[in-house]
């Protein structure tokens, strides 16, 4: 009797405990919700910290002076971006051009290149493999440099061409890693299912290959765009008269002093890549689960 009214009294204990973990367990939740916290509060730090210059951008480009005091909410600076600048909108449709342009041209180089490489062996591969990553270990200051010296040498006129070509080149390790990493999970029976069912490598090729390579493909690509847009030590090396882009508008804009009108454009900017960012992620998702 006694034994069966101790177990009674401590489930009541219990319950009115709220049915705690003992012991270890207990620690080692304490341990972990203490943690937990404390990560919670470094990453919004971050946040914060990573997001506040956008937040100041955003707030002065509404002001209605060029100066750092607020004198009032005004939509003018927005008016000069759409109506009264020119050749900033010369300078946006460079790098737009510049950036589908190249990134296309990288993308088709660069998948065919990690095809040939994941699946053929030649002699020269591993010298392909390791030249082909040189763009992304050397500073952008030496490929700008050379760069403009192989075009003088040649006798290239520099200008939009130049810039595409340069563009095109350093994109290019970029779509061939992303490509090759897809690769590498790639399940050759396909090939030789495809084969077994009379396709030959063309059709292997298009139906095949390329389909299950896409998700590297697309990343590459959308990789190559986004280096395109914000390169600017490249760009400024192998840009020659009348073929500035936005980055090179932005630097020569601010040398004396930061314009509300680049504060406008950056909003802007801002506002469209998180509009295309929401608008491609379904689609992304579609093309990585084929």
Do not use: C
Not at 57 to 79: A, H
Not at 88 to 95: E, I, K, P, Q
Not at 129 to 156: D, N
């Amino acid at each position: 009797m006694a034994f069966e009214f101790k177990k009674l009294r401590n489930l009541i204990v219990t319950r009115l405990r709220g049915n705690k973990p003992q012991g270890e367990a207990n620690r080692h939740a304490r341990r972990v919700s203490s943690y937990f916290s404390f990560s919670q509060a470094m990453f919004i730090a971050v946040l914060i910290f990573l997001f506040m210059p956008l937040f100041v951008l955003v707030f002065y480009s509404f002001n209605s002076t060029r100066s750092m005091n607020w004198s009032g909410f005004s939509f003018i600076w927005y008016e000069q971006l759409l109506f009264h600048s020119r050749g900033l909108w010369r300078s946006f449709g460079n790098t737009i051009f510049i950036a589908l342009t190249s990134a296309f041209s990288a993308t088709l180089i660069g998948t065919v290149g990690a095809i040939g490489v994941s699946f053929y062996r030649f002699r020269l591969r591993s010298f392909v493999q390791t030249i082909s990553f040189m763009p992304m270990v050397l500073p952008e200051i030496i490929i700008g440099v050379s760069l403009a010296v192989f075009f003088a040498g040649v006798g290239v006129k520099l200008g939009l061409l130049t810039i595409y070509i340069a563009h095109t080149a350093f994109n290019l390790p970029f779509v061939f890693l992303m490509v090759m990493a897809r690769l590498d999970e790639f399940d050759y029976s396909i090939i030789e299912a495809a084969h077994d069912l009379g396709a030959d490598e063309k059709q292997t090729f298009l139906h095949v290959t390329i389909p299950v390579s896409m998700p590297g493909i697309v990343s590459g690509f959308l990789t190559a765009v986004t280096m395109s847009l914000e390169d600017f030590v490249i760009t400024y090396f192998v840009a020659g008269p009348g073929s500035s882009t936005l980055p090179l508008y932005i630097y020569s804009a601010i040398r004396f002093g930061i314009s509300p009108v680049i504060n406008a454009l950056s909003v802007v900017m801002i506002l469209g890549t998180v509009l295309l960012t929401y608008l491609l992620r379904n689609f992304l998702k579609y093309i990585a689960a084929k």
